[in-house]
């Protein structure tokens, strides 16, 4: 007897078929209760973490962080010295562990990776005409396939914003389909620019669209874009890739970018997490925190607790 059971591969592969048929699925997913959403955000901010779990919380948070650098006026001295801060962000405490990965323009990625060689520290890099995503498609592959072959672990593409508010998604679809075959062995992270967005269904849309199309993390943000992330935006993106898991299996990570600043942020994001996702994606390969300066705030929290004073402002290098 022949099975008719489809599977989850299948029954994407459906999905994305046609642009009627993945409009029909996007815009059937449930609405987001705006509403809700702030309310539910704005409650788990509440919630303090004592002692121990907060210590364990620091260093979890340094562990997640892209500790990143994307500015025109990047040199290779300025990556060089954050690579140092990457692989030992406290030099006077060996225990402080180090962050996930260096997120740098593609011209920098030889220079982060022979500064991070023999460490745990990943490469990743902007493509994709970063920040806007405005450029063909063959542009964006050839952008992808350089960042690549110069070694980077880890891409990072911007979504065609313009296409996705037209309504073209199929568009965007394939785009990410074909950056995650050009990015070959690298993980993938989309970026949604969840500012440029407008709305909360929107953000949950982009989500599954970028899931759908292969996505190994879903990010908020750019970090050129005001609002950056925001927790509620997180909380979306969150539910939206428990909800992926339990629909097909597969899980994917989700990497807030912008705007996270400080100690209580960091904690506030990894509660959000455990409510909303569970605690399995309470580690770097599922998590992480898109930042720059961050850290400073983290390692000078960390000091207080293990010596009851704060270092002074010049104790940590600037990021």
């Not at 409650?43 to 779990?53: G, H, P, Q, V």
């Not at 030889?110 to 920040?131: E, H, I, Q, R």
Request: net charge neutral.
């Amino acid at each position: 007897m022949t099975s008719t059971a489809t599977s989850p591969a299948d029954r994407h592969a459906d999905i994305a078929s046609s642009d009627a048929s993945l409009r029909r699925f996007l815009h059937g997913l449930p609405g987001v209760d705006a509403v809700g959403a702030d309310e539910r955000a704005a409650k788990l901010a509440t919630r303090s973490i004592k002692t121990t779990a907060k210590q364990q919380a620091i260093d979890l948070a340094i562990r997640m962080i892209d500790l990143t650098t994307l500015e025109g006026r990047d040199t290779p001295g300025k990556v060089r010295a954050l690579c140092a801060k990457a692989r030992r962000p406290d030099p006077s405490d060996p225990t402080a562990p180090s962050v996930a990965a260096v997120c740098v323009y593609p011209d920098l990625i030889a220079d982060a990776k022979a500064d991070l060689a023999g460490s745990t520290v990943k490469v990743a890099s902007v493509a994709t005409a970063f920040p806007s995503g405005r450029a063909s498609l063959a542009v964006k592959l050839q952008d992808t396939r350089d960042a690549v072959a110069a070694g980077a672990d880890e891409i990072d593409m911007v979504i065609d914003r313009g296409a996705f508010l037209a309504g073209q998604y199929l568009k965007v679809y394939d785009e990410i389909v074909a950056i995650k075959q050009a990015s070959g062995p690298a993980h993938l992270k989309v970026i949604l620019e969840t500012g440029e967005l407008a709305t909360y269904d929107n953000v949950r849309r982009a989500s599954w669209l970028a899931m759908l199309a292969g996505a190994d993390f879903i990010k908020t943000s750019t970090g050129k874009i005001q609002p950056a992330a925001t927790l509620p935006v997180t909380l979306i993106m969150l539910e939206a890739v428990r909800d992926y898991r339990d629909s097909t299996g597969t899980m994917i990570g989700v990497k807030p970018a912008g705007g996270i600043r400080t100690s209580k942020d960091a904690i506030r994001y990894l509660v959000l997490i455990n409510e909303t996702a569970g605690s399995d994606w309470l580690d770097p390969d599922w998590f992480r925190l898109g930042a720059s300066s961050l850290l400073n705030d983290l390692l000078m929290q960390r000091q207080k607790m293990a010596t009851g004073r704060y270092a002074g402002p010049d104790y940590f290098t600037l990021d």
